[in-house]
């Protein structure tokens, strides 16, 4: 019964400009403009997901799921992809919904720009008066906590940090060996992504991420590719 109840729950996936990037948002519930929607029935609060590294928003659909059937379905529960971790689908729209005045977002593939690239968001899409929910996991939660530092009259009345990054691991004595290669390793898969997974037929990275998600016990409502696009490789945190 519980298993039918979540698939019956409505996840809408969009695609806006943040930053100037291409940015996904799922967005679990009815709920799809805060802004506009006046009436007397539009939620009072915003559960917001920061997810961990890679920024793979789709990972946390069934977390969000259960979530918003947990809340009786009165909240919305969205989650945001990070910057330059998701592409659009070329049969998808972009929503270009940017504050022209926005300041540009200095480094927004670093870590210091997510976390901007997050309250940009936050600033653009949630109104002032909602209040927040912020969840983070592995890296979304020192996100969240810089948002919280960085702007402190966010309206969050809750915050979860779920299996929070180790701050400063690459000063511990294991952090100081893997650092390094994986620093290097990075570049590998970069380079890989573009002589061996950018020519690679879309049937079958679809194969290699479904079977992926399967070792995993997961279900993918929406496209996976982006997680091998070698765009996206190159721009993990």
Known sequence: MDSE?????????EFILCGGIETQVLKCGPWTDLFNDQSVNRPKLLIFIVPGNP????????????????TSRRFPVWIISHAGHALAP????????????????KDIYGLSGQIEHKL????????????????????????????????PELPV?????????????????NGRIATPFLCWFRYVLYAAGYLILKPC?????????????????????FSPLNVLEPFCLGKQI
Do not use: C, W
């Open 55 to 70: 920024g793979f928003s789709t990972f946390y659909v069934p977390f969000a799921k259960a979530l918003f059937s947990l």
């Open 5 to 13: 109840l979540k698939e019956e729950i409505p996840v809408h996936e």
């Open 90 to 105: 070329r049969d998808k729209k972009i929503l270009t919904s940017e504050d022209p005045n926005a300041q540009e977002i």
């Open 120 to 151: 940009a968001f936050l600033r653009t899409h949630v109104p002032k008066e909602m209040k927040l929910v912020l969840i983070g996991h592995s890296v979304g939660s020192y996100i969240s906590l810089q948002m919280l530092k960085r702007e």
């Open 201 to 221: 037929p879309e049937k079958i990275k679809s194969l290699l991420i479904g079977m992926g998600l399967q070792v995993m016990n997961l279900e993918n409502e």
């Open 157 to 173: 009345i809750r915050s979860f940090l779920l299996f929070p990054t180790i701050e400063r691991i690459s000063e511990s004595p």
